[in-house]
């Protein structure tokens, strides 16, 4: 059972261009969580979907920044106009449905590598 | 707002001592706390959840305490060995149910040989 995949691993982008990270949650998650990581700072949540929904993007900036987990392919965390703040880790996790999991705790999540963003 | 805090400075142990970590939040009661592990340029990795009825969790050489009245969870390594030098992070479900959590900055062990 493959983990979570994501890519790429490192992105470099000039200011102004646009960003896409993508995610592949685990097989049979359904749901889908973004973080941000600053360098010797914790991660900070971001948005959290499932299949073609967005449940809670209170931590993701209004402007700019958009989440997407479509019904076939990989969840996108889009970045339009990036600026040299945006430099950091994106993490995704996907966990199993809440209801249960094949180790009996139903709340991990298990992340993905994470995709280096850096802005020039 | 909700607050976790973690050691911020590194922490230094010897091979075969017990390393214990400390995390404390603030403002909220959560109905369950999860430590993961961090390695450099690496995901967080799973490693225990404890739920706010349960005192204590083990898992092979790793202990978890949860103390509600304090607000505090206390993380423990027995044993440590090398290979356990890494980040490691407190994370709270601050949604009340479908997972959103929030972590500490995460305390840093170094275990010397």
Redesign the interface.
């Known amino acids: 059972n493959a983990g ?1 995949m994501q890519n790429p691993r490192h992105l470099v982008r000039r200011r102004g261009q646009e960003a896409r990270l993508r995610c592949s949650p685990m097989k049979g998650h359904s ?1 889908v ?1 973004w ?1 941000r990581q600053l360098p ?6 971001m948005v ?1 979907l499932q299949k073609e929904n967005i ?2 993007e209170s931590g993701m900036p209004k402007e700019r920044f958009s989440a997407e987990f479509p019904k076939e392919g990989p969840s996108i965390l889009r970045i339009q106009q990036v600026v040299r703040g945006d430099s950091a880790a994106y ?1 995704c ?1 996907s ?1 199993p449905p ?1 209801e249960g999991s094949p180790t009996g ?1 139903p ?8 995709t280096r963003l850096t802005v020039t | 707002s909700q607050k976790i805090e973690q050691n911020s400075e590194a922490l230094n142990i010897q091979e075969g001592k017990t390393a214990t970590l400390t995390c404390n939040y603030t403002n909220y009661s959560p109905a369950y706390l999860q430590w993961y592990r961090q390695d450099p340029g690496r995901g967080p990795v799973f490693l225990l959840l404890i739920r706010e009825n349960e005192k204590e969790k083990r898992k092979e050489r790793l202990k978890v305490t949860f103390d509600t009245t304090l607000k505090q969870s206390l993380f423990h390594i027995t044993a440590s060995q090398p290979a356990d030098s890494a980040t490691y992070l407190c994370a709270l479900d601050i949604s009340g149910g479908y997972n959103k959590l929030i972590f500490g900055a995460g305390t840093r062990l170094a275990v010397h040989p």
């Not at chain 1, 010797?40 to 949540?45: A, Q």
């Not at chain 1, 709340?107 to 994470?114: D, S």
């Open positions: 979570v749901h969580y973080y010797e700072e914790g991660l900070k949540f959290y449940i809670d993490f996790a966990s809440l705790s709340y991990e999540q298990y992340f993905g590598p994470g």
